[in-house]
């Protein structure tokens, strides 16, 4: 057999040389967008590093084309400057790196890569590679550090002309994120993509997957799984801290942050893919991408919804002006867009029921670090004086482990595990233990208090990533499926938030508590009152507490309206008042709750603040109910017991769902489960008149399920009916207008900036069933008040 020979991109002594080489095959590295930031500041290097690896591996040789749009000679002049600044590693002797950097350089090609033709020529130069030099090709690696919007051109691009020949071998095209900005931009994009590479050439880059600490959470999971099975779950973990703080703004980047904020930029990508691979179930091979791809996949199915109150946000105060100066936007612009944001995260799983996930992320915060904190609970007391103890055996000191990203305290990448938790087992090479250990206190501890491992060589994420490419492992990127999942998972809430204006902060110390927040059963909230929002000391007499709050009157009947919170705070005294004074009376308390967005906020400030609430004496019914599944997410059944049931224990027998779902049907009229329901209410209900109803309103004017037009309006002297929607899921089950009108009290809370006009249009308009069903809300002899949020009310 004649040998092969390779003249690219494998070098002996110092010199080129053409040699032998069986079994060895080569890959072709082509990046495009060769002179842009990222590629000058971190994809030049790390693919020099990858090169440096594989020569002492020897597994493949490689050769390197950088293509931009420009003509070659500017182009290449542009690339080689880039190329010429490459620098070594520490631990790479300096004449071996200069000898690897020279190899490197001539190894690399300038190609233009515009057009169609652009990109059959660089096929054509790599297949007369091959032919030339007799080479075995292993696969083709595009990496693509260009804006998302040339992906789909240049990816049909490589489609049509750089295939490489051979079916054996591969083709893999690397995408930087942004991938959308939320799902309906992320699915158009995959969709897009789909059309020209199979899902399993696409290589979705998240840098922080390759951030050593982060990239070996799982091997660190696994290795010392004998130790964590028993204590990584509810019982023994208080909360997760997934936490990036940048002392960095977004100036430079405005055209880019306005459109992403911090969520779409870091949290919705970095964060969240961290929180998978802590939460996730250890693999039982950590080399198996698609069993990890299927543990992560669980992981999204366990996310609860995040409501509003699930998340706090704030704006670097120079942001605006930073905004308004790079995009020549006018002098009163507002940006609404959050550099700054705090997540509490929880998780349907019998391991993580009730542990927070915070998340936390901002731009011209005190600090850059970045980490991951595993916080145990700690349920020891200790007699011992503190200067006695040894941490080894102390129970009373904190215990967690911490997957360092670096800056910070600690300024490098560091996996910290308490002493007094275990001793860990490190299998991967890459990882050694710090014996000696500097003076630092970190996390509330000296760091001599915790087993500290440290990489063996420090390498940059992107440079781990490209080997990670070579090597197909899959599970360092982001597959279609997380992705979509992820967003699935994001865009309601910051759908949400874009309602909502950020809390400014002066940036760096001087933000001193601001932005510290608290996470209270499901509501997060800032620690501080906001000073923008508090009242000056000349409207003090009006307000209750420190924000005002004002009662005033709305279609003739009682009016409460100020901020969502405050509105939400006084409805949900009003109705622990209530709660209390009937159960003293009658000894429970029948409160019949709708369903819809805004009573989930009622639901997070009772489960919170109200333990006081007379909940077992409280009996739950339902206003209305849509004709699906209890547990179905649409069901609002799931969401009250989601969001309030399953704070308190409150006797099984004082919950009454509405009878959606009877004989494997859902709300057939011959199984009479509306008669049913009825006579449940005349049974416990005396006279069917509820102590409390609470009732939101629809953008068109609906209340419970009764819509403008419904044949429901019609059957009113029925306690209880059928109704249709006109929104899905369409069939539904409501209280009637006579029965919500016998009840003692009425609340219609109100919330949102969409709901001004219906607001708007009601406080004008006369009691109209037919096509307004809400304006014929008028208990018969009970009171009515309305709690209707300053958004709703004043747009
Ligand atoms: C990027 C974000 O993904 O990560 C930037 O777009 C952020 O806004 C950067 O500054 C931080 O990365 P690192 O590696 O410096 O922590």
Redesign the pocket.
Known sequence: MKPKQVLCGLFLGGLLQAFTVEGRTHITVILVGATGDLARKYLWQGLFQTYMEQVDSGRHSLCFYGGTRLHATEGSLAMFEILRGLSCLPRVPSVKCSMLKDQFIKLSRYQQLDTVEDFSNLNRKIEEQLAQEGLEEEGRLFYLSVPPFAYVNITAKVDATCRPKKSSSWLRVVLE?PFGHDLESAQQLAEELQKYLHEEEMYRID?YLGKQPIADILSFRHDNQHFLDPIWNQHHIERVEIV?K?T?DAKGRTGFYERYGVIC??VQN?LTEILTFVAMETPANISDSDEIHRNKMKVYSSLQKLSRRSAVIGQYQAYNGEVVQELKKPADYRSNVATFAGIGIFLDSPRWDGVPFILSAGKALDERV?YARILFKNTAFCLQSESTRRAEFSQCQPKQIIFYVGHGDLNFPAILVSRNLFKPVMSSANWKPMLDVPDLHVFGLPLSDYHVFTPVMQKE?YAVLILQVLRARRDSFVNTEDLLASWMFWTPLLKELSWESPRLYPGGLQNGHLLDFILAGQVVYFSTPDPATVISPGLEQQSTGTYKVLESSYREKKLVSAGTEEVIAELASHLQRTAEATVRRSGRFHLALSGGSSPLHLFQRLATFHHAFPWKQTHFWAVDERCVPLHDANSNFRSLHDHLLVHFKIPYLNIHPMPVHMNRRLCVEEDHGADLYANEIRTLVNDSSFDFVLLGVGTDGHTASLFSHSQALAQDSKLVMLSESPVKPHQRMTLSLSTINRAKKVAILITGKNKHPIVSKMSKMETNPEKWPVTSVQPSSGELVWYIDSDALFG
Do not use: N, P
């Open positions: 994120k840098h990036m940048e960095l930029d870091v970095h970045g994420a």
